[in-house]
């Protein structure tokens, strides 16, 4: 059974700096896209960062220059490290892994950036 678990979500000033992290069980990562999505108070699911299994990134444009994925496949463990949040930031945060055909959810860590 492939469970993710995030992590690493709390209340935090605007400017601020958190470290998210996604562990997963059940399954090595090494062959998965993995990434994180967001969905804020009354808006669609959106992507954030999303990593190819050959480690090629990709960063929506909001947040490209301020965020920063990383994966540890021997820890089957991902990052995202959030920099400069501003309260358009606030979300809840979702780890995902996609390894075809299947796609697996975390169950989601908040993040709230307020003054």
């Known amino acids: 059974q492939v469970q993710l678990v995030e992590s690493g979500g709390r209340s935090v000033q605007p400017g601020g700096s958190l470290r998210l992290t996604c562990a997963v069980s059940?399954?090595?990562?090494?062959?998965?896209?993995m990434g994180w999505f967001r969905r804020g108070t009354g808006k669609q699911l959106e992507l954030v960062a999303r990593s190819t299994d050959e480690g090629n990134v990709i960063y929506a444009a909001s947040v490209k220059g301020r965020f920063t994925f990383s994966r540890e496949n021997a820890v089957n463990t991902n990052r995202l490290q959030m920099n400069n949040l501003t309260p358009d930031d606030t979300s809840t945060y979702y780890c995902n892994a996609y390894i075809q055909p299947h796609n697996f959810w975390g169950r989601g860590t908040q993040v709230t950036v307020s003054s």
């Open positions: 059940g399954t090595a990562i090494s062959e998965a896209w």
